[in-house]
């Protein structure tokens, strides 16, 4: 069964306004956790490494200000995308790593469309 | 930074025929090189995977090789189905930190 959930599985959104997503590992404490996004007929690109009890870490190019990542516990890590504009809409999904620290799972990621 | 090469983009098969699907990576400290199946929509899956201690794994109809000395390494389906058709993705990573991932193949299995 599924070991990452995503919440919620889709929304819009007026342009301008902020959307949180929540990423919850259902059966691992995950101390590190992965946000990737994802546009139409395209690869998965990372956007940043969530670490439990401290800052999240950004990839090159990712605004840090705009897309907020807060992994307040071991088990759920939130993206908060702030003043959504169309060209954020886009599939983000999380991932978390295994037992073994290189496997990763994804969630079922989210379908975030912005008018 | 680690640069993940894929090919085909596209791979159109007649049923029960082989697929295979190649990448290449950049950075040679990469040891980890996982394979993803993702339906229109939906979340990748994990298939299967290789660690740069071992040239070759096999589950069931499906196949990874690595070629550490050429940095490449491919995916191959046999007796392929239609619901094998999805977009496939390759990745690379080192020692636990960052994937990074081909640009996927789609492919189709034609019944």
């Known amino acids: 069964g599924a070991v990452v959930s995503q919440h919620p599985s889709w929304v819009i959104c007026k342009s301008g306004t902020s959307v949180k997503i929540e990423c919850r590992s259902l059966?691992?404490?995950?101390?590190?956790m992965f946000w990737y996004r994802q546009f139409p007929k395209q690869s998965l690109m990372l956007m940043a490494t969530s670490n439990e009890g401290s800052k999240a870490t950004y990839e090159q190019g990712v605004e840090k200000d705009k897309f907020l990542i807060n992994h307040a516990s071991l088990t759920l890590s939130t993206l908060t995308v702030t003043s959504a504009h169309p060209e954020d809409s886009s599939f983000y999904i999380c991932?978390?790593?295994?037992?073994?620290?290189?496997?990763?799972?994804f969630g079922p990621g989210t379908r975030l469309t912005v008018l | 930074g680690e640069n993940v090469e894929q090919h085909p983009s596209t791979l159109s098969v007649q049923e029960g025929d082989s697929a295979v699907i190649k990448c290449t990576y950049s950075?040679?400290?990469?040891?980890?090189f996982p394979w993803y199946k993702q339906e229109l929509g939906k979340r990748p899956q994990l298939i299967i995977d290789?660690?740069?201690?071992?040239g070759e794994k096999k589950d069931q109809r499906i196949a990874v090789t690595l070629n550490k000395t050429a940095k490449h390494f491919s995916l191959h389906i046999t007796e392929t189905q239609p619901e094998d058709s999805a977009v496939y993705f390759c990745a690379a990573s080192r020692d636990g930190n960052k994937l990074v991932f081909g640009a996927g193949t789609i492919l189709r299995v034609k019944s």
């Open positions: 059966d691992f404490q995950a101390t590190t």
């Open positions: 950075d040679s400290a990469s040891n980890y």
């Open positions: 991932s978390r790593s295994g037992r073994a620290p290189d496997t990763q799972y």
């Open positions: 290789i660690r740069s201690n071992v």
